[in-house]
Nanobody, 124 residues
Framework: QVQLVESGGGLVQAGGSLRLSCAAS????????MGWFRQAPGKEREFVTG????????YYADSVKGRFTLSRDNAKDTVYLQMNSLKPEDTAVYFC?????????????????WGQGTQVTVSS
């Protein structure tokens, strides 16, 4: 069992920045691929970014490339999502997720554990 706790969400103006954190506990953190998804009101959950076990590879949705940066610190069992140049369309609940496999990295069904989510609101 892995517990995931997100933090760092909030209200920010367009063009601003936020850093989300996801702290994991329960099992060997480095054994899990980590991802972030988001869900806006009335919309389906969508993949935002993912990172490999060691952090050597990262993957981004086209909508956030060049603006978001995902990293992980396996010594601290934490992943960090740095979000810059935020836009109103980035407003959503952001969920951290953990998967034992790289397979299905960009699809929600590929993950084994989920956090409770943190709200990000970007005002225009």
């Amino acid at each position: 069992q892995v517990q995931l706790v997100e933090s760092g969400g909030g209200l920010v103006q367009a063009g601003g920045s936020l850093r989300l954190s996801c702290a994991a506990s329960g099992r060997t953190f480095s054994s899990y691929v980590m991802g972030w998804f988001r869900q806006a009101p009335g919309k389906e959950r969508e993949f935002v970014t993912g990172i490999s076990y060691s952090g050597g590879r990262t993957y981004y949705a086209d909508s956030v490339k060049g603006r978001f940066t995902l990293s992980r610190d396996n010594a601290k069992d934490t992943v960090y999502l740095q979000m810059n140049s935020l836009k109103p369309e980035d407003t959503a609940v952001y969920f951290c997720a953990a998967s034992r496999s790289m397979r299905g990295l960009t699809t929600g069904s590929g993950y084994d554990y989920w956090g409770q989510g943190t709200q990000v609101t970007v005002s225009s």
